[in-house]
């Protein structure tokens, strides 16, 4: 079971997959677990160009977003480790790999490093 999962308040959420060939960063605004489901907003979300050899530029995705985004932890998910400042989770199916770091972690994306779409 994931415990304290607000302490990523601040911090930032990751989603990549080298075989499909994306990453994408953002701010976490909110976040929270109703149950088996954790529900977050960002505040801002950034996608990296040149992914997976080597990022080139982070590029900032201005479209809108859902209210409340989900990962559901009982449709295939695994926690692959989860730490004082890090949570890693991996889809089993499309081989996904979620990362949630507190705002404390170091090498976090600055919203001013993006470029504009």
Same mark, same amino acid.
């Given at each position: 079971?994931?415990?304290?999962?607000?302490?990523?308040?601040? =911090?930032?959420?990751?989603?990549? *997959?080298? &075989?499909? #060939?994306?990453?994408?960063? +953002?701010?976490?605004?909110? @976040?929270?677990?109703? =149950?088996?489901?954790?529900?977050? *907003?960002? &505040?801002? #979300?950034?996608?990296?160009? +040149?992914?997976?050899?080597? @990022?080139?530029?982070?590029?900032?995705?201005?479209?809108?977003?859902?209210?409340?985004?989900?990962?559901?932890?009982?449709?295939?998910?695994?926690?692959?480790?989860?730490?004082?400042?890090?949570?890693?989770?991996?889809?089993?199916?499309?081989?996904?790999?979620?990362?949630?770091?507190?705002?404390?972690?170091?090498?976090?994306?600055?919203?001013?490093?993006?470029?504009?779409?």
């Amino acid at each position: 079971m994931i415990n304290n999962i607000e302490r990523f308040v601040g =911090g930032q959420f990751e989603i990549s *997959n080298p &075989r499909a #060939e994306f990453i994408t960063r +953002g701010e976490i605004e909110t @976040i929270r677990l109703d =149950g088996d489901i954790i529900k977050y *907003n960002l &505040r801002w #979300e950034a996608f990296g160009v +040149g992914y997976p050899s080597k @990022i080139e530029k982070w590029v900032e995705m201005k479209f809108p977003k859902p209210k409340e985004m989900e990962v559901h932890l009982r449709q295939g998910y695994a926690v692959i480790k989860d730490e004082e400042d890090s949570l890693f989770l991996r889809d089993k199916a499309c081989g996904d790999l979620l990362k949630f770091e507190s705002k404390y972690k170091s090498g976090l994306l600055e919203k001013a490093r993006l470029e504009s779409f």
